[in-house]
């Protein structure tokens, strides 16, 4: 699995602000903006962090109810319990004929009396498989050589909820579940057709010779179904991540999309194959995993296949031009990654060394420690951690700790002080006694001006000329450091600066003010101005701010 890249640098004053990135820029246009994970071309990724939104679970005791919910996983717990005190089984471990019935009754998946379906005891049986594969039991040999199945020592603590317990054990089955997903998509039909028959895929040839060039193909196909069935896990993750509550579920046909299209390209001829393609090949896999709760899957309706018919020997199109409603176009498969499916995901990426954070680990100690956690991380989501850390916190006392935190000429300070005003925003009204404490502050009197005008009042005295400035040198470097070098964005924000009809007089003022970050807001500003008159004063003056120092 691959996460969001993003570089990473840390400044110091007197280096060119458009260097250093600090908190990430994560946030997507839209649900499916994750077109972003995929833009970076092979240099980019020579000198690229890995990194993973972060992302909201709920609590182990409620990941560990959910999962004891699932019915697959449930069944193994009951058929484990039902093994008590022992169980006879066959030399490989399974049921023996005359338990398989009886196992699919108690199950609840035939009635208790009468005939039971054949199909009702093959789900008794993978129930059982996975009980096995769990060590919910353990099967051994009598001093008689009779074979025989007991309950294994983690059933107890699973049955009574223990989460550490019951995350490891249901982890485990989504990666069974997760492996035989791929093994059963990679097999080619004549493979699956002797497999189903009782023989092994890649099995000896006639005349005794190894199918070498068929083992091949299999090992193929099952590296290249494993690189998809990841591939679509951590799109489904990221997009999950910043999904606004209940628009987490996500249409095949998107997901095959963001897998298959390049960044701002529309889909051709040729991409709409391909989508098609991926879609009929994770159809399957979803919905193996669907079975163990890690996503919730509506597959593609297979009533399409009949009336899109193509050409003899293609695949039908699922994927068209034509618009359609939300009923027609959810026959073409929904997708949502559940909290468990988020956490067993967040663990394998861990699991592969990755950084996977949680939102609200940043937000743990007090607010200087906050505001210079959220700074110097790559991957989070500023906005969720100050929200997190203020939750329950008397608004004037945060508000207080915030802007004390806020202070400083350090490399980071600029962006301290915008979290700080974001905070301050969320806290609402109820900060302003706070706020009207540090008006004649030289580093926080400025914001805490504008502040206030933002939220009604009246009665805010206008900032001396030496405070305006600095706070328009102050906000222009966060916002700087904040979009890591985005030219287009910067165009935005230079565009909104206060430059009269007179630059070489704003300009002549703006170099003098001192401020770490002032020669590096300037030249931005003379290397991205749409006005050339502009631009040519902001450089000039930039020289002059270096010259100063």
């Known amino acids: ?112 009396e009468g005939e039971v379906p054949e199909e009702a005891e093959v789900e008794a049986m993978r129930a059982w498989s996975l009980a096995c594969d769990l060590d919910l039991v353990e099967i051994g040999t009598t001093a008689a050589g009779e074979h025989v199945a007991v309950p294994g020592p983690d059933l107890e603590p699973a049955e009574e909820g223990d989460p550490e317990t019951v995350l490891e054990l249901w982890l485990t089955a989504a990666g069974i579940v997760r492996e035989l997903a791929v093994e059963a998509d990679s097999l080619p ?26 083992l091949s193909e299999v090992e193929e196909a099952r590296d290249a179904a494993a690189e998809l069935l990841d591939e679509a896990l951590q799109v489904l993750y990221e997009t999950t991540a910043f999904a606004d509550p209940g628009n987490e579920t996500v249409p095949l046909g998107v997901l095959a999309a963001l897998l298959v299209v390049p960044e701002g390209e529309e889909p051709s001829e040729e991409l709409l194959g391909d989508i098609t393609d991926v879609m009929v090949a994770l159809d399957p896999m979803l919905g193996d995993l669907a079975e163990l709760g890690l996503l919730e899957y509506r597959p593609i309706d297979p009533e399409l296949f009949d009336e899109e018919e193509g050409p003899e020997g293609e695949e039908p199109a699922l994927v068209g031009e034509a618009p359609l409603d ?113 008006l004649d502050d030289p580093e926080l009197g400025g914001a805490a001006r504008a502040w206030l005008t933002s939220k009604g009042a009246t009665d805010v005295p206008v900032p001396e000329r030496t405070m305006a400035l600095w706070t328009v ?74 010259s100063k120092g």
């Open 1 to 112: 699995m691959a996460g969001r890249r993003r570089k990473n640098a840390g400044a110091s004053p007197g280096e060119s602000a458009a260097e250093p990135v600090l908190p990430a820029d994560l946030e997507l246009q839209d649900l499916y903006g994750a077109f972003a994970a995929h833009g970076l071309d092979d240099e980019d990724l020579d000198d690229a962090a890995v990194l993973v939104p972060p992302v909201k679970l709920p609590a182990e005791e409620e990941l560990a109810a959910l999962a004891k919910a699932v019915p697959m996983f449930g069944y193994a717990l009951a058929l484990a319990r039902w093994a008590a005190p022992h169980r006879v089984v066959d030399e490989f471990g399974d049921l023996v004929e005359e338990d398989r019935a009886p196992a699919a009754q108690l199950l609840g998946l035939a009635p208790a």
């Open 326 to 438: 939300d009923e027609e176009s959810a026959r073409f498969g929904l997708v949502r990654l559940t909290p468990l499916g988020q956490y067993g995901i967040r663990q394998w990426l861990l699991e592969d060394g990755y950084d996977a954070p949680l939102v609200g680990e940043l937000a743990q100690g007090d607010a200087a420690e906050l505001l210079r956690a959220v700074c110097e991380a790559a991957n989070v989501l500023p906005d969720e951690e100050l929200r997190v850390w203020i939750t329950g916190r008397e608004p004037v006392a945060a508000a207080r700790e915030l802007l004390a935190a806020a202070r400083g000429d350090d490399a980071y300070a600029p962006m301290r002080r915008m979290l700080g005003v974001s905070a301050l925003n969320m806290l609402g009204a109820a900060a302003e006694p706070a706020v009207r404490d540090v």
């Open 473 to 546: 040198v102050d906000t222009f470097a966060a916002q700087l450091l904040d979009s890591g070098g985005d030219a287009e964005l910067l165009r935005e924000l230079i565009a909104d600066l206060p430059v009269t009809g007179n630059p070489a007089s704003y300009f002549g003022e703006l170099w003098r003010v001192d401020h770490p970050y002032t020669a590096d807001v300037l030249e931005a500003v003379g290397e991205l101005h749409l006005d050339r008159a502009v631009a040519k004063e902001a450089r000039k003056a930039a020289f002059k701010a270096r």
């Open 189 to 214: 039909e004549e493979e699956a057709a002797r497999a189903a028959e009782g023989g092994e895929a890649g099995e000896a040839v006639e005349g005794g010779e190894e199918d070498e060039d068929g």
